[in-house]
Structure formats: C-alpha cells, structure tokens
C-alpha cells in the first residue's frame, strides 16, 4: 500500500503530504508558545514597579546568539537548494554548518549563560527596611528621575553557606556595579556590555529581607518565565538538531540515492520547523534580555 | 474506471479478508504496534470505551457517598481499603481526599480518556479515511506514535492513584492556587504525586491529539479520492475535520499552562501565585507575582473549545444515522457544514462564560456573553437541521438510530439550559451547582455518549462483517435512557436550590439550614439519582455482552447492510489493509436518497451520473409535498 502524495504535489492543493502537516504542527507552536508569551505579558503588566528587573541578561551573548541562529536558517535554505540543484557534497556541509550552529547555540545557553545565572545572587529588601539600604538602592534618585524604585540587592553571594545556616545572620554580597554608584545617571539604565560584580561587599541582614535566592526560576517571575520561556525553547532548538543530525547521517545519503525530491523534501519540513524556532527566538530576545 | 463495477465486485465477495496483503504482517504489527488506520481506530475505541466505564465507575462510588453520606461502602468497600489503603477508604467509608480524587478524575477520563478517544480518535481514524476514499492516513506512523502516548498518558494517570496521596484532587480543571500546593510536603515525592502526574499524563495526552489532529485535517485535505469534492465530504467528515482544528489550536494554550503549573510544582516558581498567599495559617515562602487567573484564562481557552471536540464528533455520527435511516437526504447540508464552521471559529471566543464569578469587569464581560449569545446561533443550525431531516422521511427505527433520534431531545435540554449560565448574572446564582452539572452532563453523557453508541452499533457491521444483535441493542437503549434522565433532570431542581457540586456529604449539611430556613430540601433526590446511576450501570451489561458476542457469533452482513450512501459501505468487510481494491470515485454528494425515478431507494456516491437523471432536490418544509 503506498500513500499519495508523499512526494509530489497533488494537483488542486499544489501541496505533498508533509508540507500540510508541519504548517498545522507550526500552528499549533505558534499558540503553544502564545500561551507562554501572553502569561509573559499578563504577568509582566501585573509585577509592581521595580519588581520586573532589567539588565541581568548578558546582551552581548544574546546578541551572538541570535547572529548563531540566523545564520543557521541561512545555511539550513542553502543545504536544501543545495539538495534541489543535486548537489550532494554542498548539502553535506550546509547540514553540517547548521547542525554546528545550533550547538553552539544550546552549548552558549546551556553552559554558559544559565550556569551564570544560578551563580548569581539577589535579594530582596523588605519594603519598611529600603530606607536603611539606600546608599545601595539610590531610590531617592530614582524618584526624582521618575523611574522605578530598586527593591533587590544583587550580585556574587560571598556565604554560600548563608542560605542553609540559619545561625548565620548576614549575607555577604560582593555587589554588582549598579549598587556601587547607584546616584550615577549612567546606572539609571542596564549596560548594555556585562559587567561582572565588584569587590565591594555589603553585608545585608536576614531580618531585613523579603526574600533571597540564587538567580534560579523560583527566585521570581521574571526567572520563571526567562527559564521557562529559554528553555523549552533550546528543547525545540534540540529536537531540531537532532532531526538534521539524521538526515546528515548515512540515512540522508541513502534516500538522496534513491529519490533525491523526497530528502529535499523532507529537509525542506525541517526547515520550516527550524525557521519557526528561530523566529520564536526573535520574539524571545528583545523580551528578555532589551526591553 | 467504472467505480460502480467495484461495488458489485466487493458485494461478491463479502470474506474479503481472505485474500492476501502483498507482505503479511507479524501479529505485534499487525494487532498492536499497527499503522493500520482501522487498527488504530479501534485500538482507541477498546481502550477509550474501558476508560469511559472505568471513570463511570468512579462515579457510582460517588454516587453512595453522595446518597448515604459517611457511611460504609457495600460491595466493595473493604477491597477499596485493600487496594487504596486507609487514607483513601478507613472502615469502609471514602475521605474526603479519596472523594476529591474520584471527582476530578471522573472529569478528566470521561473527557479526555473517554469521549475524546471515543469519538474523536476512534471514529475519526475508521471511518474518516473510508469516507474520503483513501487507503490510510497520510501519516501512519504518526497515527501509530499518537495512539501510544495516548496509551502511556492514560497509563500515568492510572498509576495516580496508586502514590502516596491518591490522584490528582484540585477538580478537573485544576485550579491554582489549590492544585498548586496540593499533594506537597515531607510525605509526597516530588514528582511521584497525583498532582503532577495529573500534569505529566496531560502532557502526553496533549501530545497524542496534537499528532492526530495534525494527521486527520492532512489526512482529509489531500487524500480525498477523485472526485470527492469539499462539499461531497459526508458531514461527519466535516465535522471531524473542525474537531481536529479545535484540538490543533486550544490544546497548545493549556500545554504552556501545564508547563507552567509544572514549574509551579517542581521548581518553586509563581506562575500562578499570588503574593503573600497564606497556607495552613502560614505565609509561604514563594517569589510571588504570579496569578491564578492566568491559570483560569489558559485552562478555558482549551476548555471551551473542548466542549465543541466533545459534541461535534457525536453530531457527526448523528448526521450519519439519520440521513441513512429516514431514507432522504440530510436537510440543508451546506448550512450545516458552514455552520459547523462557525461554530469551530466561535468557540475560541466564548472562554470567559466559565469565569463570571471572577468578577471581571462590564465590558470584558459584556463581550463575552455577546458571543456565548451568537455561538448557540450555529448549534441552533445544527439541530434544527436534524430534526427537519426527520420530517417527512420513513424512519426506520434501528437501534443506532434510536440513540440517534434520542440524541437531539438531549442535546436539546442541554443547550437550552445552557442559556441562562451564559448570562453574568443568572450565573452567578448556579456557578458551580448540580444546575451546571446536569446542564453539561445532558450534552456529554445522553447527548455524545448516545451519538457514540449509535456510532458504535452502525459501523460495526463494516469492522467485523456481522451486526450487533437487535433486540439487545434495543434493551441496552431503553434502560439507557430512562437512567440517564433520572439522574439528570433532578439535578436541575437541586443545582437551582442551591447545592453545590462539590459538597462530600451530598448537601446534608445544608439540607438541615434549608429546611429550617426557606422550608426547603433537595437531598432526598440524591437517592433516585443514584439509583438510576447504578441501574444505568446494569444497563450496559447487555451492551458489553452483546458487543463480544456479535464480533464472533452475530448475523453475518454484506458489504453495505443498511444501505447507505457513503464511500465506506463500498469498501470490502471488514476492509484489508490499504482499504480499497480499486481505489473509488466519487460522483454525487453524500446523502442521495430515494432519488425520483430510480428502483433503489439509495444512490451512492460511487454511482456515475446518468445523463438523464432528474437531480435530487431537498424536500421542502410544506406538508403538501
């Protein structure tokens, strides 16, 4: 038994089989991920001021990343025309660049930029208690310039061991730049370059905060949804490699063997798949890491 | 060639099994790791009709709790407390933990275990390919891989019950905070709970519709044999083909709030926890920020549409059974395919009607019952266009159309009663009775449900060669409809007295308050309710009997017993792997019936034109006719 239109167009619909299915599969990611971004949006809308923090994304990687990204979606088009003018070898390497580019894009995601964040520190100041931190959180300058007021502390935690032991008091923050001259016009906005924390330490008291953790998706629900939001992204990057790993394998030389339409074919649906996760990433980094 | 010589040919040779495939399949290929589109359709049908009787099982203990509050269990009491242990069932008698999970798992199977699989997956995957005249889906494997993850997702909602806790306990719509912080601590796993492997089976579920979704709108939009026209496509096919479109887009929202409750559960976020939220008398220690409405929004905008995946199936198979058994054409068939349409785009817009008691604002909610208003315009099409099929027509009462013809009256009671929770304020009465209980269960339980088992004893025939025995069929259908009306019409007087859906002691407690106050009283109906419950239990006796009988003893049939008009009935019986011999070509619209002129009073869609045919025309309403 043999299904039509595996491979060639049917005639009134001008469509094979798989091309139909990965623009509805792309459908339905176009609303899984709309859920996602529209409780971006409600939850966002809904944090008081101060409580949406800004600049703790490192833009220069996330800049490099989408450049890793968009180039993959180039090499990715070129590998199938590559494929539809019959020439094998381009294919091959085509594949091989945008597998490499989204390696590289999960291995700067996965081990460097979240790995950063889970070492990173921050915590939030009681509201009665802000008044005593201000020669940190600069508020009175912020009010005057009509921006929202800072209500966390943040930057290498000095104690680990403060998290656990209640019979530790303080926290030992070595605090990054924005606390060390929080007066400074040019802290009003985040850097646009990553600038690691500095040797200043400040001693923050328990008693005065809120709530204090590493830069984990518990730590508040601007994490939650960049980790959220990232990381069933990278899944989707992940599944995409893997489909091109196989096409790329022996299996993709074997089926060119035999009909050559048919693996062009079949990486022109992933493709699609892997314009659609670049795309989402297009939405994805101005939300994070700019605006 | 000529396709009409194809029909002739299969009615020949009714044992068409016998003849060989070009490659015989191994029995796991062929019975259980199938791509068969038949195969897995009736791989869905078996484990969601399982489903459908266990989660009715966990109503009928309900429904003792509910009539004789706290006392013991009979029957099976003491075997519950040996299978769920004492913090399920001590002495006998549930908690009210194990009540909770028995209510929202009862919800969550029926819905998406059942009637899903049921009437979406099972008839779809059989009968939609033999309808359009293709030889399989357009992709089987996926077929294959959707059926598996609905297997293993319904497996993990089974396992459930068995940790520690007892399954999920929030209701079937899980709302947040509750289902939040439910099943956590010192005592719970972290993931092996009911909660989140509530949430983990729903991802898997949620996978399996999206790849049959995807497979079934590819499926009908390039494999249409030759000439079967959009407008040639039987109504059930239509109906299908919104179903699929309703899944494909609704189900995706509540993955991402899925993930989301996940996050919640496992890593300690707030998606859908508010500042300062206070459990057990002590504030917990969350980042906050999130909301519990957002967890309302995502949920309804699947759970509206959802409702339309439950009905439309059901409507479907209803359109089927009527236009074959009055012996005339369905009535207004483009009215009722566009309105099935709208109704489809209509359903992404009604979702807030669940959520009246939040207290949104004039206009969101003025909105709102604008649209939940126009959506009833469709489904008004829909059955008026059945009933008129009726009209006129010489019905012959088969038991699927029985359920059929007993499926609008239902579907009838349950829209109409659906109006006044439609509007903000007469909601804000009946939120959350056995008003809204009935009201749904008279759509989903006599209405799809009823459509189901008309599917059921209709396409039987082509699946096995041989009928579900009459007189059976009609002792299952009689009993049938008597119980499901006793419990359900009761629940309308209580639901607008006040009870509540969830109450663990029946509306005991409240009876004593409403006697004493208003000189009131609605517990007592809880005993005739479940009564019929369980006597509706007994009812499908003779239907699980006469379902394996049939398959192996019932009378044997040609390829088309009831003498239909679709591309199915011209397939050979039951259909061999790649369906068709001869691959078919549809010459006329689905429902050519008793046309002037001819010795048959069934012309299919196979037949060719002939020249000087008079065209069918739909009779009018007149009674001179």
């Known amino acids: ?291 | 060639m000529d396709a009409s010589s194809s029909v002739s040919h299969a009615e020949h040779h009714p044992h068409a099994h016998g003849e060989h495939d070009h490659h015989e399949l191994g029995f796991w290929r062929k019975y259980v790791f199938s791509t068969d589109h038949k195969v897995i359709g009736i791989q869905y049908g078996i484990s969601g009709l399982i489903f459908l009787f266990l989660g009715f099982c966990l109503m009928m203990l309900m429904r003792w709790q509910l009539a004789f509050p706290g006392t013991k269990l009979p029957l099976v009491g003491n075997m519950l407390e040996n299978v769920f242990g004492q913090g399920a069932v001590a002495n006998g008698v549930m908690t009210p933990e194990f009540y909770n999970s028995l209510g929202a798992m009862h919800g969550t199977i029926m819905i998406f275990l059942g009637i899903v699989p049921v009437a979406f997956a099972a008839f779809g995957n059989f009968v939609v390919p033999l309808q359009i005249g293709a030889p399989d889906m357009t992709f089987p494997k996926i077929n294959m891989a959707s059926y598996w993850a609905f297997f293993v997702g319904g497996v993990v909602m089974l396992v459930s019950f068995f940790v520690p806790g007892g399954a999920a306990k929030s209701g079937w719509t899980s709302y947040t905070p509750l289902a939040d912080i439910v099943d956590k601590g010192p005592t719970y796993d972290a993931i092996m709970n009911g909660q989140t492997l509530w949430l983990i089976g729903f991802i898997l579920l949620i996978t399996s519709s999206l790849l049959g979704a995807v497979n079934f709108i590819a499926t009908i939009i390039q494999l249409r044999t030759k000439g079967m026209t959009w407008m040639r496509l039987p109504f059930f096919v239509w109906a299908q083909f919104v179903t699929a479109f309703l899944l494909l887009l609704a189900f995706p929202p509540l993955e991402s709030a899925i993930v989301m409750q996940l996050m919640d559960r496992v890593a300690g976020t707030s998606f859908f926890l508010p500042s300062g939220l206070v459990v057990n008398g002590a504030q917990v220690s969350i980042s906050g920020g999130g909301s519990p409405l957002l967890w309302q929004h995502l949920f309804w905008f699947l759970g509206h549409p959802e409702v339309y995946v439950l009905i439309l199936p059901g409507m479907g198979i209803v359109a089927e059974v009527i236009a074959n058994n009055t012996r005339k054409p369905l009535w207004g068939y483009k009215s009722l395919v566009l309105a099935a349409l709208v109704l489809g785009f209509l359903s992404f817009i009604v979702w807030a009607h669940h959520m009246w008691l939040t207290g949104m604002g004039t206009v969101v909610s003025a909105f709102f019952q604008t649209t939940t208003m126009i959506i009833s315009i469709p489904s008004v099409i829909i059955l008026s266009a059945f009933f008129i099929s009726l009209w006129g027509g010489s019905i012959r009462f088969t038991v699927p159309m029985l359920f059929a013809t007993a499926f609008l009256p239902m579907f009838g009671i349950g829209g109409l009663t659906g109006i006044p929770l439609a509007f903000n304020s007469t909601d804000l009465y009946l939120h959350d009775t056995y008003y809204v209980i009935a009201h749904f269960h008279y759509i989903v339980a006599p209405g799809t449900i009823f459509a189901v088992f008309a599917g059921i004893y209709y396409w039987f025939p082509k699946a096995t060669g041989r009928k579900m025995n009459e007189f059976w069929g009609k002792v299952h259908f009689w009993p049938s409809f008597v119980c499901m009306n006793v419990i359900f019409l009761p629940m309308f007087l209580q639901g607008m007295l006040g009870i509540h859906r969830r109450w663990y002691d029946g509306g005991q407690g409240w009876n004593v308050a409403a006697e004493k106050v208003w000189g009131l009283s609605g517990f007592h109906w809880n005993l005739p309710i479940s009564i019929a419950a369980w006597c509706l239990g007994l009812a499908q006796i003779p239907f699980i009997i006469n379902f394996f009988y049939s398959m192996r003893k019932g009378e044997k049939v040609n390829d088309n017993p009831w003498e239909a008009t679709t591309l199915e009935w011209t397939a050979p019986t039951p259909p061999r792997h790649g369906n068709f011999p001869v691959q078919p070509v549809a010459y006329r619209g689905p429902y050519e019936y008793s046309l002037p002129g001819r010795a048959k009073d069934y012309t299919m869609q196979t037949e060719p034109v002939q020249p000087d045919e008079r065209r069918v025309r739909e009779p009018s309403m007149s009674l001179g006719h």
């Open chain 1, 1 to 291: 038994m043999e299904i039509p239109y595996t491979v060639t167009a049917r005639p009134d619909t001008g469509l094979w089989n798989a091309k139909v299915g990965i623009w509805l599969f792309l459908a339905s990611e176009v609303m899984l991920f709309g859920g996602l971004f529209s409780a971006y949006i409600f939850l966002r809308l809904d944090a008081p001021p101060g409580y949406w923090p800004h600049g703790l994304l490192n833009v220069p990687v996330g800049t490099i990343n989408t450049a890793i990204l968009i180039a993959s979606s180039v090499t990715v088009v070129l590998a199938w025309a590559s494929l539809k003018m019959r020439r094998f070898k381009a294919y091959w390497w085509y594949m091989l660049a945008t597998i490499s580019c989204g390696v590289i894009f999960l291995v700067v995601k996965l081990a460097y930029e979240w790995p950063q964040k889970f070492e990173h520190f921050g915590a939030y100041i009681k509201t009665s208690e802000l008044e005593k931190y201000e020669k940190y959180l600069g508020n009175k300058h912020l009010l005057s310039q009509g921006l929202p007021p800072r209500v966390e502390i943040s930057g290498h935690l000095h104690n680990p061991e403060a998290l656990k032991d209640p019979k530790i008091k303080e926290y030992e923050i070595a605090l990054d730049p924005i606390y060390t001259d929080p007066t400074n016009p040019a802290m009003d906005r985040p850097h646009f370059l990553y600038v690691p924390p500095t040797n200043k330490v400040a001693a923050i008291e328990k008693a005065d905060v809120e709530r204090a953790t590493m830069f984990v998706p518990s730590h508040s629900t601007y994490f939650a949804t960049y980790f959220t939001i990232t990381g069933l992204h990278g899944l989707h990057v992940l599944g995409g490699v893997i489909v091109f790993i196989y096409f790329w394998l022996p299996v993709g030389s074997k089926l060119y063997r035999k009909n050559p339409e048919h693996l062009a074919n079949r990486v022109e649906v992933a493709g699609l798949f892997w314009h659609f996760v670049d795309l989402i990433w297009i939405f994805v980094f101005p939300l994070f890491y700019l605006l």
